[in-house]
């Protein structure tokens, strides 16, 4: 008996220690990725701007052939969603909203993840002129982990698993783009 109390204890320390790490781990992280795309600003913006054209540039998009998807509202305008159900686990269930526009300079969405997990994140694309003809595309993500999840921050690595997809997409915004 005196043994299950000790591991029982050991436990509840160890669980105490990760509880208290916790609430000095930071709970927003931010990822961001840029390219240089070989055309008119506008033309850049008036793309990316509509949710349906993700469908042909977002890694995410194309993982699950089989996806449901739903659009609501005028795409390309503040309010309009792109819904999303699957069963594949590394898409779930979840919805996208276009919350702001700055014309020709920038998009913020809302990203509502609601299957595997419960989430709420922010992400943008902002488009800037490098010339007549180049555009640079920053795609982002701002999101945050409450606590205690927030311990698994620094094992998961936000900035390599959403990094890589962010580059993935922007390669195939580019190759979109610059081949039409």
Same mark, same amino acid.
């Given at each position: ?66 996806? %449901?998807?739903? @659009?609501?509202? &005028? =795409? ?9 159900? !699957?069963?594949?686990?590394? +898409? ?21 993840? %609601?299957?595997? @997990?419960?989430? &709420? =994140? ?9 010339? !007549?003809?180049?555009?640079? +595309? ?43």
């Amino acid at each position: 008996m005196k043994v299950v109390k000790k591991i029982l204890f050991g436990l509840l320390a160890i669980i105490a220690f990760l509880l208290l790490i916790a609430l000095f781990l930071p709970k927003k992280y931010a990822i961001e990725r840029e390219i240089i795309i070989d055309s008119p600003k506008d033309s850049v913006f008036t793309y990316i701007k509509y949710l349906k054209n993700q469908d042909d540039f977002s890694v995410w998009a194309k993982i699950d052939p089989a996806m %449901k998807k739903k @659009f609501s509202g &005028t =795409d390309g305008t503040v309010g309009a969603i792109s819904a999303w159900e !699957s069963k594949d686990k590394n +898409v779930g269930i979840g919805e996208q909203e276009i919350i702001k526009i700055n014309e020709g300079e920038r998009i913020d969405f809302e990203l509502r993840f %609601k299957v595997p @997990f419960e989430s &709420t =994140d922010n992400a943008f694309m902002i488009t800037k002129s490098i010339s !007549s003809n180049q555009t640079k +595309v920053i795609w982002g993500f701002n999101g945050n982990m409450p606590y205690p999840m927030n311990l698994m921050l620094p094992v998961m690595n936000m900035e390599e698993m959403l990094g890589k997809d962010l580059e993935i997409g922007l390669e195939n915004l580019k190759l979109n783009l610059e081949n039409k």
